[in-house]
Structure formats: structure tokens, C-alpha cells
């Protein structure tokens, strides 16, 4: 009787240990290092009191943040597998997660719409104003291209009939241009737009592209997400957890804490002037939506972009192992 009542306590703790291995219980390590990719601008702009924390040793665990001022940067990172998180724009998520054939998934949006149409002036107060207008534009085959033009789609425009778009290779270049008045009626993404209104007082806003999307899709503008190595997030998910939390304060922060927050990103180099960046977080939509939530709105984007032009996201639409904790 002793032989067998040792033996069924054998078998019922090996079980336990069984099960709470599974349950990524006690027995999940934590990673030594975190190395997290941002860029500057409103992609990067959540994470700057992430970035502070680290550097006073503050943070919850160990991150490598790398600042880049350009997506193909990141995207060198990510395809030769040296990074475990990344901030990127949306539709280069879907890009990495084809190229890499599903070894990056995406685990939040972080960033919904950015775009704005200004004008020196005050002809413009709906997108149905547009029609016979001259629009100088950035973004010529990428996210800002095709927003544009299923936004006046939407409204009964034809986008190569009813309007002229005229594109610039750089948002800097098209902002001297408007504060210069050479340009009059410009869609630009933030920080561009606080920078031209700063130095231009006659310049306005005259369309939230954000807001107009909503109207015309009765869906949310997704510019901006995080991506995860799908190694990572299935190693350790309690890390992805607690760097998600610490996330979500950071991007809190951003929203609630203005001028502390517009002083962490001009020290982080995720935008060059405090004082540009404190204009500009309102006009940012910084978010952090995960799970089931973060899923329509990141379908319905990268559908546009496919249908717009398939290579915009990778040649075809990522499939369900896409999203991470949407299960």
C-alpha cells in the first residue's frame, strides 16, 4: 500500500509540473535583454517615457531602445531577427510579416491617423471642397497616397479627375514650401503640421483626415503599430505582457503629461524641438489598442492599402497567425 501511494504522489506532482509549465507558470524565464526599434515622429512619440524609464533604470526590465529615422532601418533590423519589438507604420507590419514568412506579429496599434490637409487660407472646409483644388502631398505610393485617395473616393471625388495631386519626395520640403506661401494647400503628417503653423501664422487646418476617414469608413485611421518577433512572444509571453503595461503608461503619460512628455521625446530624439513636439501630441492620436479591439481597424487598413496596390503590403493580406493575443 506505502509502494502505491508513493507512486500515485509521483505521478500527481510530475503532472503538476507538467501543467504549470504549460501555463508559462513559474517555470518561464525572463529575457536578459529586450532590444525595442521606434522611429521618430508620432510612431516613436508614446514610448519616450518607456525610453527615460529604462535609462534610469526604472523599468520593469531590461530594453535596448534604438531610435531610427527612417522605416527601412527598422526593417534591416527585423528581417535579420536583431530585434524583439518594433513601432513601425502599419502597412510595413504586413510587409516584414510576408517577407519573413510569419515570424513577426503584430501586437498593438499604436498610432491611428496623423494626416492633415492645410491651407493658407479659407476655401476648404470639407473634403467636397477639394473638388478642382491643387493638392501638393507627401507619402507618393505609401500610406499617405492611398489615404488620400480613398478619402476622396468616399466623398464622390475621382482622385485623378477631380483633383490635381502634386507630390514631394520630403515632408520637410513641402513644409518650407507652405511656410514659405508657395504652397497653399498641403496635406502633411504631424510633427510637419505644428512646425508649418509655428512658423506661419496664416496657415491653418483645414481638414482632420483622421475624422474624415471615420466619416467615410465608419472605421478608425491605423498609421502606427507594434510588432512582435513571433519567437519571442511565444517564449515569453509575461514579458510581452509587462512591456505592454509599460507601454500603455508610457503612451498615457504622453496624452495626460504634455509638457513633461514633449521634453522626454525631444531627449529621446524622437522629435528635434520640445516645443514642436507639445504642439503636436494632441494633434497625434497616440493610442495603444490590443487584442480583439486592434483587429478590425488593422484589416480594414491594410485591405484599402491591398486594394489600392497589393505590394503596398507585402502582396497579399496577412492571415489570422497575424495578430497576437486576439484568440
Given amino acids: 500500500m506505502k509502494k502505491i501511494t508513493a507512486i500515485v504522489l509521483t505521478v500527481i506532482l510530475a503532472l503538476s509540473a507538467v501543467v504549470m509549465t504549460a501555463c508559462g507558470t513559474p517555470?518561464?524565464?525572463?529575457?536578459s535583454e529586450i532590444r525595442v526599434l521606434t522611429l521618430?515622429?508620432?510612431t516613436g512619440m508614446g514610448m519616450a517615457k518607456m525610453i527615460n524609464d529604462s535609462k534610469d533604470n526604472k523599468a520593469k526590465q531590461n530594453y535596448k531602445?534604438?531610435?531610427?529615422?527612417?522605416?527601412?532601418?527598422?526593417?534591416?533590423?527585423v528581417i535579420k531577427g536583431d530585434f524583439e519589438i518594433a513601432a513601425v507604420p502599419v502597412n510595413l507590419a504586413s510587409v516584414l510579416y510576408n517577407k519573413t514568412e510569419g515570424k513577426v506579429k503584430v501586437a498593438g496599434v499604436n498610432t491611428l491617423g496623423v494626416l492633415y490637409v492645410l491651407e493658407n487660407g479659407n476655401t476648404v472646409n470639407s473634403v467636397a471642397d477639394l473638388k478642382g483644388k491643387k493638392i501638393v502631398a507627401t507619402g507618393q505610393g505609401a500610406n499617405p497616397e492611398y489615404t488620400l485617395r480613398h478619402i476622396l473616393s468616399k466623398n464622390g471625388i475621382d482622385p485623378d479627375k477631380d483633383v490635381t495631386i502634386e507630390y514631394l519626395a520630403e515632408h520637410a520640403e513641402l513644409a518650407t514650401q507652405m511656410v514659405s506661401g508657395a504652397v497653399t494647400l498641403g496635406m502633411l503628417p504631424e510633427p510637419n503640421v505644428t512646425s508649418?503653423?509655428?512658423?506661419?501664422k496664416d496657415v491653418r487646418i483645414a481638414l482632420d483626415l483622421t475624422k474624415e476617414w471615420k466619416n467615410a469608413t465608419d472605421s478608425d485611421l491605423v498609421q502606427g503599430c507594434i510588432i512582435v518577433s513571433a519567437e519571442f512572444a511565444e517564449k515569453y509571453p509575461t514579458a510581452l505582457k509587462t512591456f505592454l503595461e509599460e507601454y500603455k503608461a508610457s503612451v498615457d503619460f504622453a496624452n495626460?503629461?504634455?509638457?513633461?512628455?514633449?521634453?522626454?521625446?525631444?531627449a529621446a530624439g524622437i522629435v528635434p524641438k520640445a516645443a514642436i513636439a507639445k504642439k503636436a501630441l494632441p494633434n497625434c492620436n497616440i493610442v495603444l489598442i490590443t487584442g480583439k479591439e486592434m483587429k478590425a481597424p488593422v484589416e480594414g487598413m491594410l485591405k484599402v492599402l491591398f486594394?489600392?496596390?497589393?505590394?503596398?503590403?507585402?502582396?497579399?493580406?496577412?492571415?489570422?497567425?497575424?495578430?497576437?493575443?486576439v484568440k
Fill in 27 to 31: 517555470a518561464e524565464e525572463k529575457p
Fill in 40 to 42: 521618430m515622429g508620432p
Fill in 65 to 77: 531602445f534604438t531610435v531610427a529615422s527612417a522605416p527601412d532601418q527598422i526593417s534591416a533590423e
Fill in 196 to 200: 508649418v503653423m509655428l512658423n506661419n
Fill in 256 to 266: 495626460n503629461s504634455v509638457d513633461e512628455a514633449a521634453q522626454l521625446i525631444e
Fill in 307 to 325: 486594394d489600392a496596390n497589393p505590394k503596398s503590403v507585402g502582396g497579399k493580406l496577412p492571415d489570422e497567425a497575424f495578430y497576437y493575443g
